[in-house]
């Protein structure tokens, strides 16, 4: 008898899928990277921020029909291929490979500095090694284990941004002071220097990060 070819079984539904694609543009970046971002450029980050999205917004547009011209599209690799050549689609495609490499790095060199925050003798080489360890046992797991656990991790992070921007509220209507000087208020968009001159040239480090990052990343 002839053993019957092995077929891949789709074991992901709609709500594993919807939810990894929320909390995997969720990372560590907003937690950690934001807070020293908006330190430094202040209330004209969200200029930046608005630029950047407005050009990532037409570029996926731009991606999107091109996907659509072509069912045969694996990537925007092949895509880069048919229309400029060869080489372009090699450079694009080992480019985002290097891209997620330094992603990693960066994901696992922000754990270990969240354990030291809470944990500051603890060896941050230990934490990245532990992470590391996860990550590896997470995709030994089945697809439909992995996708029960990257579910629920994904409600973890939309529940804390939320919770964040609920506490941000009651803060704001609150008037907290954090200092004798510094009172949590909306006018602070515009007041104490918000649209000057050195927080907007703050703002332009972030933005080149942002512009090369976010469509190389996406």
């Given at each position: 008898m002839t053993e019957s070819p092995q077929k891949l079984e789709r074991n992901l539904s709609n709500r594993h899928v919807q939810l990894i694609a929320i909390g995997g543009a969720i990372g560590t970046g907003l937690f950690l990277g934001a807070g020293k971002t908006i330190h430094l450029a202040g209330p004209s980050l969200l200029l930046v921020y608005l630029i950047v999205g407005i050009v990532i917004f037409f570029m996926m547009r731009a991606l999107g029909e091109l996907l659509l011209s072509n069912t045969e599209f694996n990537s925007f690799a092949d895509i880069a291929s048919e229309y400029i050549g060869p080489w372009a689609g090699f450079f694009v495609g080992w480019t985002y490979w290097l891209c997620w490499i330094v992603t990693g790095m960066a994901e696992i060199t922000a754990v270990a500095t969240y354990v030291s925050y809470w944990f500051p003798n603890f060896p941050n080489w230990i934490s990245a090694l532990l992470c590391v360890l996860f990550l590896v046992a997470?995709?030994?797991?089945?697809?439909?284990?992995?996708?029960?656990?990257?579910?629920?991790?994904?409600?973890?992070?939309?529940?804390?941004?939320?919770?964040?921007?609920?506490?941000?509220?009651?803060?704001?209507l609150n008037k907290f002071q954090a200092t004798s000087t510094s009172t949590a208020s909306v006018s602070n968009l515009w007041q104490h220097g918000a649209s000057s001159r050195p927080a907007l040239k703050a703002s332009y480090s972030p933005f080149k990060w942002l512009y090369f990052h976010s469509p190389v990343s996406n």
């Open positions: 997470l995709n030994s797991l089945t697809v439909k284990a992995f996708g029960e656990i990257e579910f629920w991790f994904s409600i973890i992070k939309i529940v804390t941004i939320l919770a964040l921007i609920v506490v941000g509220i009651v803060l704001i």
